[in-house]
Structure formats: structure tokens, C-alpha cells
């Protein structure tokens, strides 16, 4: 067998870890001093339940950058099947099976146009995702002001809000979604045949990967996983909201908590085990810095210093790898 058809999956980088582990002990440290409770059940509660929303896009954004490719309109993806599954289940739970199938189809049916682009009409990833995007965005902003539908009343008690312990059936949802991409990357021929293209698309092609259906396969299952928060964020509010996805910059963060964890941006190694680290490092900054109450403008500049500064470090190793 060629080995384009066998490269591994490069292990997570621990970095992303020690880094969780040192932020967790200094921000517990600062807001101890401060008079707050950094470990406190609703802190965790929440914590937790930011994870569980970026996390869904950012084990779906890890499948495309793996595979050497980017997903820019995960954003709207989120936005608009929070309306769908809202307005299909209408406030009904006889509507819950038919909203979230017509959630994710729909957001199946985005990955594949955005996949089709790429693939077959050799656009740029980024220029591809980003024009559906703003596509999607038109239709948003033309067809919606404000929240509509009512999502399923059985949704938001187990999804939304249920949790076992301090942990949410959300994260655990995360987990689960996690565990099987991790799967499919690792154990699967799909998965070998993704880190080959990611890795180097002419090799592969040459070792008979059809990489066009393996690059829209990938496309299709992020829009999956974006259409599975969006869901996620519907049973959260109650309606679907045509902005909460790009309020809540799942595309750029999704990129940024990826590149975290260790994959590279280039395709062909990672892995979904450091991207969840990724997420959780992003949300315990965010918990950190609402229990200092910090402004909102200085709290994203303290999160982009913080992203600039993880991924230079990440860089320099590579750098370092590459020349010994």
C-alpha cells in the first residue's frame, strides 16, 4: 500500500494542554485575589456550555484543515439552522425529529455547494466559503429581524439546559461528536485518505485517492457539525437568532482553537483530540476574564495577544522540527 495512503495522524501536541492546565491555575489564583470563585457550578456550568457550541464547529473546521482546505461560512451555517430547526419544529415536540433533519440537511446540502466550489470549480477555499458566507448573510439579513420559530419544548429541557452533574448533556454531545471524528480520522480509510490530500494532493492523486469526493465529503461533514450547534444554540434560546453565529465568531475562533490544538493550517496533521483542548483553553479565558469583569473591548484584545502569542510558539517548534 502506498503511503499516501497510510500517513498518521500527527499526535496532539501536549502544549495545548499545559497551557489549559496554566491558565486554569493562574485565572483561579487572579480571581481568588479578586474576592470571586473561578470553580464555582455556574462558572463550570458555563464554561462548559461555550465549549460545547465552538466545539461542534471547530471538530467540523478540523476535518477541512486537515484535508488542506478552510471553511469560512461555518458562521451562517450555525445562524441559519437555528431558524430552520425553530421554524420547522414551531414549538412543537412532534416537530423535533423533522427540524433537526432539516437543519442538517440543509447544512449538509451548504458543505456540498461549498466542497462542489472548491473541488470542481477550483476556487480557493477561502474565497469559495467566504462568497457563500456572505451569500447566506444576504439572505439573513433580508429575511430575518429578529428571532423566529420556537424551538421544541423537549429540546430545550435535554439539549439546552439538562445536565448530570456540572456537566451539560451539551458537552457531552461535544464528546461524543469528538470520539467519532477522532474515529473516522484514525481508523477509518476516509480518514487516511484525508491527511494524504491534506498532506500533499499530488501524491495522493498519483496513489489513486479521488480527492475531489474526499474534499467535498470533508466540506459536508463541517457544515454538518455547524448545523449540529446550530441546533445546539436553538435548544439554548428557545428560537433560532439570524445572527448568533457570527456574533459569536465561530468562524474565526474555530480556525484559531484548531490551530491551538496543534493542527496544522497547511493540511495533512492534527487531530480533534487538541482541538477540544483548543476550545476549552478559549472558553476558560472567556470565564476567566467575565469573572473580573473586564471590558469587552480589552477582553478581545487580551484574547487575540493570547492567540498570536500560541500560535507563534506553535510556529517556532515547527520551524525547529523542520531544520533538524
Not at 495522524?9 to 481568588?32: D, E, N, Q, S
Not at 465529503?217 to 448568533?244: F, N, Q, T
Not at 492534527?270 to 476574564?289: E, W
Amino acid at each position: 500500500m502506498s503511503t499516501a495512503l497510510t500517513l498518521p495522524a500527527r499526535r496532539t501536541a501536549p502544549g495545548v494542554f499545559i497551557a489549559l492546565a496554566l491558565t486554569l491555575a493562574v485565572g483561579w489564583l487572579v480571581v481568588t485575589i479578586d474576592g470571586g470563585q473561578l470553580f464555582s457550578q455556574p462558572t463550570t456550568v458555563s464554561l462548559l456550555h461555550v465549549a460545547a457550541g465552538l466545539g461542534l464547529v471547530a471538530v467540523g473546521q478540523t476535518v477541512v484543515i486537515i484535508g488542506g482546505s478552510l471553511d469560512l461560512s461555518v458562521a451562517y451555517v450555525v445562524s441559519l439552522s437555528t431558524l430552520v430547526a425553530a421554524e420547522a419544529m414551531a414549538g412543537s415536540n412532534a416537530g423535533l425529529l423533522p427540524g433537526i433533519a432539516l437543519a442538517l440537511g440543509v447544512s449538509a446540502a451548504i458543505g456540498f455547494l461549498n466542497g462542489m466550489l472548491v473541488t470542481k470549480a477550483r476556487i480557493n477555499a477561502f474565497i469559495a466559503t467566504v462568497g457563500v458566507g456572505l451569500l447566506l448573510k444576504g439572505y439573513l439579513d433580508n429575511g430575518y429581524d429578529g428571532p423566529a420559530g420556537r424551538t421544541a419544548p423537549v429540546l430545550v429541557q435535554t439539549l439546552g439546559y439538562q445536565r448530570i452533574g456540572p456537566v451539560p448533556v451539551s458537552f457531552l454531545l461535544l464528546l461524543a461528536v469528538a470520539a467519532a471524528t477522532w474515529v473516522v480520522l484514525a481508523r477509518t480509510r476516509f480518514g487516511h485518505h484525508l491527511i494524504a490530500v491534506g498532506g500533499d494532493p499530488q501524491v495522493a492523486r498519483l496513489s489513486g485517492v479521488r480527492n475531489d469526493r474526499v474534499l467535498i465529503a470533508a466540506h459536508v461533514l463541517c457544515s454538518l457539525c455547524a448545523g449540529l450547534a446550530g441546533i445546539y444554540l436553538a435548544s439554548r434560546l428557545g428560537s433560532g437568532a439570524p445572527r448568533v453565529g457570527t456574533e459569536g465568531l465561530y468562524d474565526l475562533e474555530s480556525i484559531a482553537a484548531v490551530v491551538l490544538g496543534g493542527t496544522a493550517l497547511a493540511g495533512g496533521s492534527g487531530g480533534v483530540a487538541g482541538t477540544v483542548g483548543g476550545v476549552l483553553l478559549l472558553a476558560s479565558i472567556d470565564a476567566i476574564l467575565n469573572q473580573l469583569e473586564v471590558d469587552a473591548f480589552v477582553k478581545q484584545v487580551i484574547r487575540g495577544v493570547i492567540i498570536i502569542a500560541a500560535v507563534a510558539v506553535y510556529a517556532r517548534r515547527a520551524l525547529r522540527k523542520a531544520a533538524s
